[in-house]
């Protein structure tokens, strides 16, 4: 145990420093201010309130399984080399689920039971954050070449899992990604001011210094002169593993909503995270002196605000269709389940607006066809439905609008059809419980076969889809399961 009396010694969750408002505003840094060696001594403290509770369910919160309880004890013990060895035998990228992952793991301390949960993310991230400053990250090379050749159709963050697992065990194998640089929507989805590039790229440094390949710019089941054909990938490869993400968004069902100016948000957050890259835009779609009005009160509409103010927006509203979250658990959110809470994350911060029971109608236009106005009305529940409030309609100005109310499937049409696996009615690929599709030798996993999810979701099935790769390829795996096909965690 790491303080016996450390949860009674500390009882309030100590974070690190986030950058003035005004100041983080003018740049895409990330918010927090730099972690100093000197200041580890706080994270150190946060540690020593682990309990090592004799059943960790922080361990079920985390579809990883990282050994929470273990590297808490070797933090506080100042032992941070060990520590970053404990945290990388469950988890692949810990600096990416140390920043963008909403920590299901501190939902099920036992602490926060009756106190503020130890504060396991920022443990996490600084762990892993010394150890790229002192060097411990290294290339863990295969021992042997199994001489089998797969293929990785996708680079996010369940298919560079998927990868590195297999390249340890010894196949050789080849990430194919469409867009014109790796990282998926780690690169493109996530705003910088919440995961700066640079972690995804030293990243992908130890990917290709262990043998993994990648080929960018390729189109595969496409017509295109970068495409790459079905038969040739099933030639070529001995197995593919589908990890194509969840990237159609869900339509605005309402009047006007093909008004010039109405986005979905991932194609606002993709342009700016190419504008921040220094990338030309043709036509950005920009927030500068607009009135914004964001349609769904998630972590995606959350990276919309925090992206529209830093482009300079008049105003930012964000219209969630159902009531506001209660700000603490309440009995229909029992622990150790991950509640729905009201939240201030850092983009809420930095200014706008939020409304709840907010449905809209329809959009107004203008004689060009442009969007002026979103015609709101109060929502009310029907038999379970959520449905507008006659006689409560009111105008919001906007003259940009982003769709960030979720996904409804995978892209890629004329790959998943030219290779013939199925598609559920959630337009999810399906598998089996092996994370196989009905195609001989072709797996899926992430948000492609399981729904829009966390990220901690998407290397927890791609470490898992590589040990069902691994025993089709060689009869026999000792690859990590840490999940198994439509796991779900706890609820009531």
């Not at 999810?428 to 196989?436: E, L, P, S």
Request: charged share 25%; proline share 7%; hydrophobic share 35%.
């Amino acid at each position: 145990m790491a303080d016996p009396r450390g949860f009674l010694r500390y009882r309030d969750r100590e974070l690190p420093a986030r950058r003035p408002v005004p100041v983080r505003l003018m740049d895409w840094r990330e918010v927090y201010e730099a972690r100093e060696k000197g200041t580890l001594s706080v994270v150190s403290r946060q540690a020593g309130r682990c309990m090592n509770c004799g059943i960790p369910f922080c361990h079920q919160g985390c579809p990883l399984g990282n050994l929470i309880p273990e590297w808490n004890d070797l933090v506080y013990r100042d032992d941070w080399q060990e520590a970053s060895e404990r945290l990388h035998a469950t988890n692949n990228f810990p600096e990416f689920t140390g920043r963008a992952c909403p920590a299901p793991c501190e939902s099920s301390c036992v602490l926060g039971i009756n106190q503020p949960p130890v504060t396991i993310k920022n443990v996490e991230v600084s762990i892993i954050d010394r150890a790229f400053e002192e060097g411990w990250v290294e290339p863990v090379e295969p021992t042997r070449q199994t001489g089998r050749r797969v293929a990785v159709v996708g680079s996010g963050p369940a298919g560079l899992a998927a990868a590195q697992q297999l390249t340890r065990a010894g196949h050789a194998v080849v990430v194919l990604e469409k867009d014109d640089r790796l990282g998926g929507l780690l690169r493109y989805g996530i705003p910088e001011f919440k995961l700066e590039k640079r972690h995804v790229d030293r990243r992908l440094e130890q990917l290709r210094a262990e043998g993994t390949r990648f080929r960018t710019g390729v189109d595969v089941g496409g017509d295109g002169p970068e495409a790459l054909g079905v038969e040739e990938l099933r030639s070529r490869f001995d197995a593919v593993v589908l990890a194509t993400g969840a990237s159609v968004p869900r339509e605005l069902p309402v009047p006007g909503h093909e008004a010039a100016g109405v986005h979905p948000a991932m194609d606002y957050l993709t342009q700016a995270n190419r504008l921040v890259e220094g990338d030309w835009v043709g036509d950005p779609i920009s927030a500068e002196g607009k009135d914004v009005v964001i349609i769904g009160g998630g972590d995606t509409g959350a990276d919309c605000l925090g992206t529209a103010l830093r482009q300079g927006a008049r105003s930012v509203t964000t219209l969630a269709i159902g009531t506001r979250p209660p700000s603490e658990r309440d009995d229909s959110q029992p622990w150790p389940t991950h509640p729905v809470l009201f939240e201030v994350s850092t983009a809420h911060e930095e200014g706008g607006d939020r409304s709840y029971l907010a449905s809209t109608t329809r959009l107004e236009t203008d004689e060009d066809g442009a969007v002026t106005g979103l015609v709101v009305a109060r929502t009310q529940y029907v038999d379970g439905s959520r449905v507008p409030t006659p006689d409560t309609e009111t105008v919001l100005p906007a003259q940009l609008v982003l769709v960030a109310m979720g996904f409804s499937g995978t892209r890629g049409p004329g790959l998943l059809e030219q290779l013939g696996v199925d598609i559920s009615s959630r337009g999810n690929i399906v598998h089996d419980g092996n994370w196989a599709t009905k195609v001989p030798g072709v797996f899926t996993a992430g948000d492609c076969a399981r729904g829009q999810s966390l990220i901690v979701w998407a290397i927890a099935e791609g470490r898992a889809c590589a040990a069902a790769v691994d025993e089709h390829l060689m009869g026999s795996t000792s690859l990590p399961r840490p999940v198994r096909p439509g796991e779900k965690p706890v609820t009531v």
